[in-house]
Every structure is written in structure tokens, then in C-alpha cells.
């Protein structure tokens, strides 16, 4: 495709119980990931920790079009996206605290969420390094003969990796069905893409591929929703990858360490920027058609708090894992001879 | 018992392993048209097709990511290096990939791959194409690591590597893959992962090797034998999980003890099994152990140079009497 223009944000076919599901995905990583700032300073989230405030839409409206037997795979701010894809709020805040309950059991942390019951292959902390591993999940559905697709998403400061390139090459000369999505936030940390990226628009990299590609906004999950339905009936129907870039921006700093603003952005432009949060631009959206009230909206949000507030409950009372958990988990001991039942009970 | 070539027996254990299990496929730079750029592969592309064994672009990082994300999903990619020299591209994919991925995701997702291809120095090759990765790979919680002197021990671990539901690594050799030996044509010889192999009996000392170096030790105890010296050449077959049981026991059958191997001196394998012997044998030693092993150099061009760096049959007699204090 080419250069594709936002022209109809709002797609009239699309009903207002989808807008109304979408809306309620990002108010919930929303206040799930405020809560996520708050434990932080409170030392029950430690090590790194990037949170996804302000890029909700980008996960949000990509994920929704997807079918349960798709993959997804991503980066270290994978919070947003894991709960997008209907991973518990539970088992990620569990695992955010480092406790037993947590879906990576604890090992993981907040870089490395996985859900084998929703397909979600994973948070993966090193840029550029999971790009890889999709046309991996790519080339086995192709080799499967299956119609599934897989879905990865990275930060635009993956675009300057080899790994980004030696992947897209192969995606593109192998037909394979992925779909890489671009979440152009603007900074790789501190570095503003203009300072790493010796071409701006980052969608036309995959020019160098012959690979389908296109643009769109990123704070408007229908616009976000209808791109990545294109591409996934692209990747589906005629086993072509797509690179899609999507331009969002972060509220927050890069991680819990850093700054808001005031080092490299500045306060004004980020300021400029919230005033097109994703989620009150959708809020809106349904509001000037008189599909939400002020009310509905508060009630939806009181019931997204009280969840978070569960899984927060939840997490703070599940036990560390056991000190034998140390060495578990470093090694599987089946083959591909072991019989089926006795994989499950090793697990 | 047929004789066949090193090369031919990691082809068959391929084949075997292909025809056995739809999920394995080869995937490397020139297995398919080319037929290996040492002929491991020779006749796989023809016999499997296209879609099982899979010529990539001169994309290390690259393809030993595609495999690991197909072994995320189910699938069992044998994953070639030209040579593990290659695969220093790659070794991100390696170790923080398919090393960590079963435990970072607690226990979900493990990754059933095996990458392969010759390691260390063949012939005036010099610097880049020269080296021994071992100690790097064997370092690594996750990993097993597997290198094979023989080809019986080569076909019978890549096929049990293959089966595996780890990642395993296979080190094997440029200089080996001519070599011949007696396997059994059999497509059930499958060698425990873990587990050395006494490759020659004796009494007044032991070498302790792998790899290639195993010729290089059997070499050294024919010789030794002519001045009556008889030796026990422990293959350690297997460098993670390494099998500290034979280690032990040879060195408390004959007090003495040589370690061998093809790499670098500092933080080599040699040194672990030291550290092991030092632990369980402090009492059981009559000499302190000898390690042989390249000079601390760069691999050199030039022939002399490049004989000298090498470890071989003479530097490893030498460490034998040394550990018999006869020089």
C-alpha cells in the first residue's frame, strides 16, 4: 500500500459496542499503569520499568482485530499490550511484584510478560532482538501451511538494529505472515528520532524490502484498528508482511528513572501532545455521537479502578516464589519422545 | 559395522531425525542448493525439499532468531553455522534468546533447537576464522553443549540433541569432518547428553579432553605407550552439563591428571575441570594438574607460527611427564 493518510477516523461500520470494548482496554491499562507508577515508588515494582501512558491506542486497536490463534510478540513496554490481548490483570501485576502468582512465575518481571493461553510470546528486553523471532513464528505457520499471523511490535529506535533489517529481508523474500508494527513515539530514551534516524518518516525503511507498508495516527485506536486489519488480511490471505508505523508519543519518561520532561522534550511539547490522549480522543468521539455519557464513562472507570485495585490486592498478598524456584525452569527434562501427558505434568 | 566419515554421520543423523519428526527442519547458509558448504547436508534439500531445508541470506542474527521463534511455536530447527566464527553475530539470539527463554517466561516457553557447525582452527584459516567457543557457550545457564571427537559420538548426539527440548549446541570440527570411524547404521544410536566416554584405558595418568582434541590425545598415548606410559583419555563428549562423575574417577584411579583443549587459556573449559578436580580430589592428587591449550595469541597465518600456537601430540606428552615429574 502506499502512504496511507488518516482520512476517516472514524470509520461509520464500526459499532459503538467494538468502541465502547476499546475504550475500555486502554482506560484499564491506564489505571492499571498508574498504579504500576505507584507501587514503583513504593519499592513493590523494582528493576526496570517503561509504562505505555499515552501510546494505548497503538496495542489496543492492533490487537482487537486479531483471532485467539494469532501470535503476539513484543518489547520491555509490554504491559499495555499484554492486557490488551486479555492477559489478568492479576497474573501481571503479580508478576510486577516478583510473586508466585505472577504469569512469568516471577522470573520475568515487567520486561518479560508471556501467556502461553493467549499466545502472547513474550516481553524482550534487548531493541531489536524479538524482531527476529517473529519471522521465526512467521516462517512456522507458513511451514505449518496454517492462516494465523503474528503480530510484532517495537519502538521506532529498532529501525536503526541489524536485527530489524536481517528480519524484514527475510520476512519479505519468504512471503512470510507478520505484521511489524512501528510504535513511533518520537525518542529511543533520550534521542529524538531526527538525532538516530537518518530518515524520518520510518515507514519508507521498508521500501528497501519491497514490503507493503504504510502511516497513521497512533492516538486514534479506529484508525490504528483499520491499519492493522488491512495488513492482517494482507498477512493472512496472501502470506505478505506489512510495515506499519504508528505515531503515538509517551507521556511518562522512558522508564520509572528518568524525567517526564525537561531533559530532552520539553514541557510544552509535551504538554502539546496530551492534549491528544488517546483515550479522551475515543471518549469524545463517542460523546459527540451520544454514545457515552459522563456518567457511563465514570461508571466504566470506577469498575476498571476496583479491578486494578484487585489485582493490586492480589498481588501484594501472593507469596515469593519458594527458594527452590531458583533452579527451576533453567532446563526442560522431556524429549520429543516423552509422551504428551508426562510434558504437561513436567511443567 | 560400516565405517563411514564424520560428515556422513551428522547426514545421517539429520535425515533420520527428518524423516522420523515433520518438525525438524535444517535451516543455515548453503544446505539446500549448495549442498553444505562441507556437504553435511549433501542430498536433504532433494530427499525434504525447500520448505525443510532452507538456504538463508549471510544473516547469522537473523536466521538463528527465525529459529528460535519457530521453536517457540513448535517446531525443531537444526540451525547451521559455517562455523561458530559466523555465529558470534548471532550470539544474542543464542544466549538471551534461546538460552532464557523457558525461564524468563517461567517455565512456558522452551525452545527445542539445535545450533551446529564446526568450531575452532582448521589450516592457516588465521585470526577470524580460527577460534574455539566453548568456554563462551558453555558458560551460559540453559544451554547444553555438546562436541563430538568421533563419528559415532557425532551422530549419536546430534540425534539425541535434535530429540532434545533444550537448546543444544553442537561443536563440531573442520578437520573432523573427514575423519572415519565405525558407526552403526542404526536409527536408534542415540548418546546421553551428559555423559563422558573413556576413549582409551591406562594407569599412570589421564587426559582429559574433547572435541577434536580427542585425536589429538589418542595420538599422544599411542605414543606414550611406546615408553611404557599408559594413559586414560577421558572424552568429555559433553561441556554442559559436564560429567563431573568421570572426571573424578579417573583422577582418583590414576593421581595425575592433563587437560586438553583446542581454546585459549584463561576462563577455558580446562579450567572448570580443574576447579572440579580441585574440589573432589584435593587428596587424590600426586602432582598439580597440567593444562594444555593454545597460546595466548591470535590464531597467525603463518605455518610455523600457527603450529606453534596449536595445541598437539607433543605439547601433550610433554604435560604428561610433567604430571609424572619425568621432565
Given at each position: 500500500?502506499?502512504k496511507?493518510?488518516?482520512?476517516?477516523?472514524?470509520?461509520?461500520?464500526?459499532?459503538?459496542?467494538?468502541?465502547?470494548?476499546?475504550?475500555?482496554?486502554?482506560?484499564l491499562?491506564?489505571?492499571?499503569?498508574?498504579?504500576?507508577?505507584?507501587?514503583?515508588?513504593?519499592?513493590?515494582?523494582?528493576?526496570?520499568c517503561?509504562?505505555?501512558?499515552?501510546?494505548?491506542?497503538?496495542?489496543?486497536?492492533?490487537?482487537?482485530?486479531?483471532?485467539?490463534?494469532?501470535?503476539?510478540?513484543?518489547?520491555?513496554?509490554?504491559?499495555?499490550?499484554?492486557?490488551?490481548?486479555?492477559?489478568?490483570?492479576?497474573?501481571?501485576?503479580a508478576?510486577?511484584?516478583?510473586?508466585?502468582?505472577?504469569?512469568?512465575?516471577?522470573?520475568?518481571?515487567?520486561?518479560?510478560?508471556?501467556?502461553?493461553?493467549?499466545?502472547?510470546?513474550?516481553?524482550?528486553?534487548?531493541?531489536?532482538?524479538?524482531?527476529?523471532?517473529?519471522?521465526?513464528?512467521?516462517?512456522?505457520?507458513?511451514?505449518?501451511?496454517?492462516?494465523?499471523?503474528?503480530?510484532?511490535?517495537?519502538?521506532?529506535?529498532?529501525?536503526?538494529?541489524?536485527?530489524?533489517?536481517?528480519?524484514?529481508?527475510?520476512?519479505?523474500?519468504?512471503?512470510?505472515?507478520?505484521?511489524?508494527?512501528?510504535?513511533?513515539?518520537?525518542?529511543?530514551?533520550?534521542?529524538?528520532?531526527?538525532?538516530?534516524?537518518?530518515?524520518?518518516?520510518?515507514?519508507?525503511?521498508?521500501?528497501?524490502?519491497?514490503?507493503?507498508?504504510?502511516?497513521?495516527?497512533?492516538q486514534?485506536?479506529?484508525?490504528?484498528?483499520?491499519?492493522?486489519?488491512?495488513?492482517?488480511?494482507?498477512?493472512?490471505?496472501?502470506?505478505?508482511?506489512?510495515?506499519?508505523?504508528?505515531?503515538?508519543?509517551?507521556?511518562?519518561?522512558?522508564?520509572?528513572?528518568?524525567a517526564?520532561?525537561?531533559?530532552?522534550?520539553?514541557?510544552?511539547?509535551?504538554?502539546?501532545?496530551?492534549?491528544?490522549?488517546?483515550?479522551?480522543?475515543?471518549?469524545?468521539?463517542?460523546?459527540?455521537?451520544?454514545?457515552?455519557?459522563?456518567?457511563?464513562?465514570?461508571?466504566?472507570?470506577?469498575e476498571?479502578?476496583?479491578?486494578?485495585?484487585?489485582?493490586?490486592?492480589?498481588?501484594?498478598?501472593?507469596?515469593?516464589?519458594?527458594?527452590?524456584a531458583?533452579?527451576?525452569d533453567?532446563?526442560?527434562?522431556?524429549?520429543?519422545?516423552?509422551?504428551?501427558?508426562?510434558?504437561?505434568?513436567?511443567? | 559395522?560400516?565405517?563411514?566419515?564424520y560428515?556422513?554421520?551428522?547426514?545421517?543423523?539429520?535425515?533420520?531425525e527428518?524423516?522420523?519428526?515433520?518438525?525438524?527442519?535444517?535451516?543455515?547458509?548453503?544446505?539446500?542448493?549448495?549442498?553444505?558448504?562441507?556437504?553435511?547436508?549433501?542430498?536433504?534439500?532433494?530427499?525434504?525439499?525447500?520448505?525443510?531445508?532452507?538456504d538463508?541470506?549471510?544473516?547469522?542474527?537473523?536466521?538463528?532468531?527465525?529459529?528460535?521463534?519457530?521453536?517457540?511455536?513448535?517446531?525443531?530447527?537444526?540451525?547451521?553455522?559455517?562455523?561458530?566464527?559466523?555465529?558470534?553475530?548471532?550470539?544474542?539470539?543464542?544466549?538471551?534468546?534461546?538460552?532464557?527463554?523457558?525461564?524468563?517466561?517461567?517455565?512456558?516457553?522452551?525452545?527445542?533447537?539445535?545450533?551446529?557447525?564446526?568450531?575452532?582452527?582448521?589450516?592457516?584459516?588465521?585470526?577470524?576464522?580460527?577460534?574455539?567457543?566453548?568456554?563462551?557457550?558453555?558458560?551460559?545457564?540453559?544451554?547444553?553443549?555438546?562436541?563430538?571427537?568421533?563419528?559415532?559420538?557425532?551422530?549419536?548426539?546430534?540425534?539425541?540433541?535434535?530429540?532434545?527440548?533444550?537448546?543444544?549446541?553442537?561443536?563440531?570440527?573442520?578437520?573432523?569432518?573427514?575423519?572415519?570411524?565405525?558407526?552403526?547404521?542404526?536409527?536408534?544410536?542415540?548418546?546421553?547428553?551428559?555423559?563422558?566416554?573413556?576413549?582409551?584405558?591406562?594407569?599412570?595418568?589421564?587426559?582429559?579432553?574433547?572435541?577434536?582434541?580427542?585425536?589429538?590425545?589418542?595420538?599422544?598415548?599411542?605414543?606414550?605407550?611406546?615408553?611404557?606410559?599408559?594413559?586414560?583419555v577421558?572424552?568429555?563428549?559433553?561441556?554442559?552439563?559436564?560429567?563431573?562423575?568421570?572426571?573424578?574417577?579417573?583422577v582418583?584411579?590414576?593421581?595425575?591428571?592433563?587437560?586438553?583443549?583446542e581454546?585459549?587459556?584463561?576462563?577455558?573449559?580446562?579450567?572448570?575441570?580443574?576447579?572440579?578436580?580441585?574440589?573432589?580430589?584435593?587428596?587424590?592428587?600426586?602432582?598439580?594438574?597440567?593444562?594444555?591449550?593454545?597460546?595466548?595469541?591470535?590464531?597467525?597465518?603463518?605455518?610455523?607460527?600457527?603450529?606453534?600456537?596449536?595445541?598437539?601430540?607433543?605439547?601433550?606428552?610433554?604435560?604428561?611427564?610433567?604430571?609424572?615429574?619425568?621432565?
Open positions: 500500500m502506499a496511507k493518510k488518516q482520512d476517516s477516523p472514524n470509520n461509520q461500520t464500526e459499532d459503538t459496542g467494538v468502541r465502547r470494548e476499546l475504550l475500555r482496554s486502554m482506560l491499562q491506564r489505571r492499571f499503569e498508574e498504579r504500576c507508577a505507584e507501587a514503583y515508588a513504593l519499592g513493590k515494582i523494582g528493576g526496570f517503561h509504562l505505555y501512558i499515552g501510546q494505548e491506542a497503538c496495542g489496543t486497536g492492533a490487537i482487537s482485530v486479531l483471532r485467539p490463534d494469532d501470535y503476539v510478540i513484543t518489547t520491555y513496554r509490554d504491559h499495555g499490550q499484554a492486557l490488551a490481548r486479555g492477559m489478568s490483570p492479576r497474573g501481571v501485576m508478576e510486577l511484584f516478583g510473586r508466585i502468582d505472577g504469569v512469568s512465575r516471577g522470573k520475568g518481571g515487567s520486561m518479560h510478560l508471556f501467556d502461553r493461553n493467549v499466545n502472547f510470546l513474550g516481553g524482550h528486553g534487548i531493541v531489536g532482538g524479538h524482531v527476529p523471532l517473529a519471522a521465526g513464528v512467521g516462517f512456522a505457520i507458513k511451514y505449518r501451511g496454517g492462516d494465523q499471523v503474528c503480530l510484532c511490535f517495537m519502538g521506532e529506535s529498532v529501525v536503526n538494529t541489524g536485527a530489524f533489517h536481517e528480519a524484514l529481508n527475510m520476512a519479505a523474500l519468504w512471503k512470510l505472515p507478520v505484521v511489524f508494527i512501528i510504535e513511533n513515539n518520537r525518542y529511543g530514551m533520550g534521542t529524538a528520532l531526527e538525532r538516530a534516524s537518518s530518515i524520518h518518516d520510518i515507514y519508507t525503511r521498508a521500501a528497501s524490502y519491497d514490503m507493503p507498508r504504510g502511516v497513521v495516527d497512533g486514534d485506536v479506529m484508525v490504528v484498528r483499520a491499519a492493522v486489519q488491512e495488513a492482517i488480511d494482507r498477512a493472512r490471505g496472501e502470506s505478505l508482511p506489512t510495515l506499519l508505523e504508528v505515531r503515538t508519543y509517551r507521556f511518562m519518561g522512558h522508564s520509572m528513572s528518568d517526564v520532561s525537561g531533559t530532552y522534550r520539553t514541557k510544552e511539547e509535551l504538554e502539546e501532545h496530551i492534549k491528544r490522549d488517546p483515550i479522551i480522543v475515543l471518549r469524545t468521539q463517542l460523546q459527540q455521537e451520544g454514545e457515552l455519557t459522563d456518567d457511563e464513562f465514570a461508571k466504566m472507570d470506577e476498571l479502578k476496583a479491578i486494578v485495585q484487585d489485582a493490586w490486592d492480589f498481588a501484594d498478598q501472593s507469596p515469593e516464589p519458594p527458594a527452590e531458583l533452579f527451576e533453567v532446563l526442560v527434562d522431556t524429549t520429543s519422545d516423552t509422551p504428551a501427558e508426562a510434558a504437561v505434568a513436567a511443567d | 559395522m560400516p565405517v563411514i566419515t560428515r556422513d554421520a551428522l547426514n545421517q543423523a539429520i535425515r533420520e527428518m524423516q522420523r519428526d515433520d518438525r525438524v527442519f535444517l535451516m543455515g547458509e548453503e544446505v539446500a542448493v549448495y549442498q553444505g558448504a562441507y556437504k553435511v547436508s549433501k542430498g536433504l534439500l532433494q530427499e525434504f525439499g525447500e520448505m525443510r531445508v532452507v538463508t541470506p549471510i544473516t547469522e542474527l537473523g536466521f538463528a532468531g527465525v529459529g528460535v521463534g519457530a521453536a517457540m511455536v513448535g517446531l525443531r530447527p537444526v540451525i547451521e553455522f559455517m562455523t561458530w566464527n559466523f555465529a558470534l553475530l548471532a550470539i544474542d539470539q543464542v544466549v538471551n534468546a534461546a538460552a532464557k527463554m523457558l525461564y524468563m517466561s517461567g517455565g512456558q516457553y522452551n525452545i527445542p533447537i539445535v545450533f551446529r557447525g564446526p568450531n575452532g582452527a582448521a589450516l592457516q584459516l588465521s585470526g577470524q576464522h580460527s577460534q574455539a567457543w566453548e568456554s563462551w557457550l558453555a558458560h551460559i545457564p540453559g544451554l547444553k553443549v555438546v562436541a563430538p571427537g568421533t563419528p559415532y559420538d557425532a551422530k549419536g548426539l546430534l540425534k539425541s540433541a535434535i530429540r532434545d527440548d533444550n537448546p543444544v549446541i553442537m561443536l563440531e570440527g573442520e578437520m573432523l569432518y573427514n575423519t572415519k570411524g565405525e558407526v552403526p547404521n542404526d536409527d536408534e544410536v542415540l548418546i546421553p547428553i551428559g555423559k563422558a566416554e573413556l576413549k582409551r584405558e591406562g594407569s599412570h595418568a589421564s587426559i582429559i579432553t574433547h572435541g577434536k582434541m580427542i585425536l589429538v590425545a589418542l595420538q599422544a598415548a599411542d605414543q606414550l605407550a611406546k615408553e611404557g606410559i599408559n594413559v586414560d577421558v572424552d568429555l563428549r559433553t561441556l554442559r552439563p559436564i560429567d563431573i562423575d568421570a572426571i573424578v574417577s579417573t582418583r584411579k590414576t593421581n595425575r591428571a592433563v587437560v586438553l583443549e581454546g585459549w587459556e584463561i576462563s577455558g573449559i580446562g579450567a572448570q575441570v580443574v576447579d572440579y578436580i580441585q574440589r573432589e580430589c584435593f587428596d587424590d592428587l600426586d602432582a598439580p594438574v597440567v593444562r594444555v591449550h593454545q597460546a595466548d595469541v591470535p590464531m597467525p597465518y603463518a605455518k610455523n607460527l600457527e603450529r606453534a600456537a596449536k595445541p598437539d601430540a607433543a605439547k601433550t606428552i610433554a604435560a604428561v611427564k610433567k604430571v609424572m615429574y619425568m621432565e
